[in-house]
């Protein structure tokens, strides 16, 4: 009987003893609701060295160590929770890949107490003074509104008055409500931090087929915002080792908890892009995330290379926005082309606003690669600007700020 390649299920999990030991337990919380994109082939070197031969044949042939593998999978991005959470966000699946390629990861801004928010206005929310505020700089918020939920980045933190007070990067999509419950998220952000290893177990759709990739990182991820679409996540996973496990494929049915899919992106669930023009209408934002690496060659490890150093890591974004013909704003305007290295400000985009299930990226300093382009969607006249994330240094608080403040991209679950 054929196998077929579409029934299985994928997991990841880092590896607790570092580079060179393998997980091997997988619960549910490390399983991944994704789709490869081809199936892995596991990687092996194989030499052949050339001698002289007494007639026309193949030179004895050596197998050497197992090689990089490169695995890439897509999946509909998910939130942590199904539930209003009761505390800053635990991190799944998503955010794992993604710190991977970004760097670090930290969990902040729970405020369970309502009292703790006093009002504000769309730039500036009103906290109770004395509650813990320096920490929260340079993260978001999951504001509570009237109506709903907006997600503020914390840019200026000021203790020195009653009540305290938050300076947001963008406006929040209406001012805050008088009191209520702001959830925390988990920042992800671009750092210099060297990725931890983590264990990719491809469990096919029979028996036999059960693959272990050890010593994975990510090296490209791709999060596409797109209007009338769901939020979708793309990754290339570079695996050093492999394992041929043989048995324990054919999973059987299981429900992915606390694992909801973000909704489509569209007004009613939160989505929107602010810049420093407000609000901007968009078709879609692509933000595309990599890491340069290279292999420490290792005699003492099993197949000689020893890890993935991280050399580089870069983001880039792309909005696309519908031309306008008149009223038209920072990324729609036709007679205002933004041009190669000018500054683009902060950008802010928000693919979801409920609780558990929310998300938001900031690039606070995007710079233009290039001269916006023209193209056509549903044959409407479209204006695609391309940003980089440029240094940044804008947040301050009258206490000490560490990171994720100041950093040059940062993207959150809340």
């Known amino acids: 009987m054929g196998i077929p390649f579409g029934f299985g299920r994928l997991a ?34 194989s030499e052949q060295m050339p001698v002289l031969r007494g007639d026309v044949y193949a030179p004895t042939r050596v197998a050497g160590g197992r090689a990089p593998t490169e695995i890439q999978i897509t999946m509909p991005l998910h939130g942590f929770s199904t539930a209003s959470p009761s505390a800053n966000p635990t991190e799944h699946p998503d ?44 993260h978001a918020l999951l504001i509570p509104l009237s109506s709903g939920y907006s997600v503020g980045w914390v840019k200026t933190g000021d203790t020195t008055g009653d009540p305290d007070t938050y300076t947001l990067q963008r406006v929040l999509s209406a001012a805050p409500a008088s009191s209520g419950v702001i959830y925390g998220g ?13 264990t990719l177990e491809w469990l096919g759709s ?32 570079s695996a050093l080792d492999w394992s041929n496990v043989g ?33 901007q209408k968009i078709v879609r934002a692509t933000i595309n995330m990599s890491a340069t690496v290279a292999v420490d060659i290792d005699s003492s490890s099993s197949q000689g290379r020893g890890r993935f150093t991280v050399t580089d890591r870069s983001v880039t974004a792309e909005v696309t926005a519908q031309a306008l013909s008149s009223g038209a704003s920072t990324l729609n305007d036709p007679t205002a082309l933004v041009a190669p290295a000018a500054a683009a400000g902060a950008m802010q985009i928000d693919a979801n606003t409920t609780p558990g299930r929310a998300f938001s990226v900031l690039i606070p300093a995007g710079v233009a690669t290039a001269t916006s ?13 391309a ?28």
């Not at 091997?24 to 596991?42: H, R």
């Not at 679409?229 to 996973?237: D, R, W």
């Not at 240094?393 to 809340?414: I, K, Q, Y």
Request: glycine share 8%; hydrophobic share 40%; proline share 5%.
């Open 95 to 138: 955010a794992l890949l993604l710190r991977s390629v970004l760097g670090a990861a930290e969990q902040a801004g729970y405020h369970g107490t309502a009292s703790d928010l006093e009002g504000g206005t769309t730039s500036v929310i009103n906290i109770d003074d004395g509650t813990a505020l320096d920490a929260e700089v340079g």
């Open 373 to 385: 382009t023209f193209g056509s969607d549903e044959d409407m006249l479209t204006i695609t600007t």
């Open 387 to 414: 940003v980089e994330c440029g240094l940044y240094t804008g947040d301050t608080s009258t206490g000490a700020v560490s990171a994720p403040a100041n950093t040059s991209f940062r993207l959150a679950f809340l």
């Open 247 to 279: 048995t324990g494929g054919a999973p059987g049915a299981e429900a992915l908890t606390n694992r909801p899919q973000m909704p489509v992106c569209i007004s009613a669930n939160g989505f929107r892009a602010v810049t420093s023009a407000a609000e």
């Open 186 to 198: 988990n920042c992800v952000y671009s750092a210099v931090t060297q990725p931890t290893a983590f």
């Open 12 to 45: 990841v999990k880092e590896q607790s003893s570092g580079w060179g030991t393998a997980e091997t337990s997988f619960a549910n919380a490390n399983y991944v609701e994704a789709q490869i994109t081809s199936p892995p082939s596991p990687m092996q070197d």
């Open 206 to 237: 029979t028996d036999n087929v059960k693959f272990r990739f050890v010593d994975c990182v990510v090296t490209s991820a791709t999060i596409t915002l797109e209007t009338l679409k769901q939020p979708t996540l793309a990754v290339t996973i």
